[in-house]
């Protein structure tokens, strides 16, 4: 019998697939082409926020390379499965909305968002909050990844889609920009002659 499957939103569809999502490692290091964390430069002993953790694909780099990371992802679920392969290293996790952060105002070094703003309607939102919570002169280091189809995933309860959007690359330029970002650095990683992952380097 075929198993069922559902469109998500992205809490209750992280939710279910956080005991799986792990297997997708390789899948989604394919998108950026191991660019993300050369980009950042020194990190040792900054303070990073890492929005849209999941199950800490990119946390866990981050403070393996010294840094003082905090997770934040919409899913309790995704971030217990990240602190159970964590313990030892300086993460810490907040449950939170990428589009009001559980965070005060100039407090990071950093802010990596990976895989999230294609879940995000309107990035500006989460844009502005990221400003709000980086130092001056701090480092946004964001990929938007070309998904106009957002993938199945399986799990135990069926088959899982979470709710994604397309975001074209000019407008996540001009919607940094908007927020006063400088744009620093820009690589459009390509398959077959098409765009799958815009990755951005911006500055406060």
């Not at 394919?30 to 303070?47: A, D, M, Q, T, W």
């Not at 003082?68 to 313990?87: G, P």
């Not at 957002?150 to 309860?157: A, V």
């Not at 690589?187 to 077959?192: A, H, V």
Request: glycine content about 6%.
């Amino acid at each position: 019998m075929k198993k069922k499957v559902t469109l998500y939103q992205s809490k209750p569809g992280y939710d279910l697939v956080s005991s799986v999502y792990d297997t997708k490692e390789n899948y989604l290091n394919s998108f950026e082409k191991r660019k993300l964390i050369p980009l950042l430069g020194e990190i040792n002993n900054k303070k990073i926020l890492d929005v849209g953790a999941g199950t800490g694909r990119i946390s866990i780099q981050l403070a393996k390379h010294g840094g003082h990371v905090t997770s934040v992802d919409i899913s309790s679920e995704m971030l217990n499965v990240l602190k159970n392969k964590a313990k030892h290293l300086s993460i810490e996790t907040l449950v939170g909305d990428a589009e009001s952060l559980p965070c005060t105002d100039s407090s990071f070094d950093i802010v990596v968002a990976a895989f999230l703003i294609v879940h995000l309607k309107n990035p500006k939102h989460f844009f502005n909050e990221v400003y709000r919570v980086l130092k001056d002169g701090g480092i946004f280091l964001v990929t938007n990844i070309n998904q106009k189809n957002p993938p199945m995933i399986e799990t135990p309860k069926g088959g899982v889609i979470i709710k994604s959007f397309y975001h074209r690359p000019d407008h996540i330029r001009t919607n940094l920009e908007d927020q006063a970002f400088a744009i620093e650095h820009e690589d459009m990683i390509l398959e077959n002659n098409v765009w799958i992952n815009q990755i951005i380097l911006a500055r406060k």
